[in-house]
């Protein structure tokens, strides 16, 4: 054999080592980066997950919160539809004595002003006379009108009481 082709052979045998030693070097890299990614991959997922649990413990959390208030305002609109029926009985059974003359309404008269009207003397009740400042009846009708205002009023106190509340169930 020629030393050319021994050179020759020899060169071969040396590119053949750095080729296989190029794969191999290549091959440890692959591997040593496929082992880096996976490790982020599985580091990612876990983020993922812990930030999947952190937004369905929150979710859950506001929904309980929501469901809180929503009892709380159901109860308060209980409260305050309970009380303004109480209130339309009150004034239906006011309005009913007003008209059966069961009940008579009456105003205190000014004693020391006789200017504006001859003494009255006081209204006298069943089964005795009522000894106090003069009073005036008020006629039927009049006392009728005077209920149903106060009765709006009373509606409009319960109403602002209702809100009230509410407002303060939404600040909690």
Do not use: F
């Not at 880096?36 to 369905?56: N, W």
């Not at 309005?95 to 000014?110: E, G, M």
């Not at 009522?130 to 109403?159: C, E, K, N, S």
């Amino acid at each position: 054999m020629s030393s050319v082709q021994k050179l020759a052979g020899l060169l071969v045998l040396v590119v053949l080592l750095l080729a296989a030693g190029a794969g191999g070097a290549w091959k440890v890299q692959d591997w040593r980066y496929g082992k880096q990614l996976a490790e982020q991959a599985r580091l990612h997922q876990d983020d993922l997950a812990a930030i999947s649990s952190a937004t369905s413990a929150q979710q859950h959390a506001e929904q309980a919160k929501r469901l809180m208030l929503e009892q709380r305002l159901a109860i308060a609109d209980q409260s305050h539809h309970q009380e303004l029926t109480n209130v339309q009985k009150k004034q239906d059974r006011l309005r009913d004595r007003l008209a059966t003359a069961d009940l008579r309404l009456s105003v205190l008269v000014d004693a020391a002003d006789t200017a504006s009207c001859s003494t009255v003397p006081a209204t006298a009740a069943t089964g005795g006379l009522v000894h106090g400042a003069p009073r005036a009846r008020l006629d039927p009708a009049h006392a009728q009108r005077i209920v149903g205002i106060t009765d709006d009023g009373d509606q409009g106190l319960i109403a602002l009481q209702a809100c009230q509340a509410y407002v303060r169930a939404l600040t909690h």
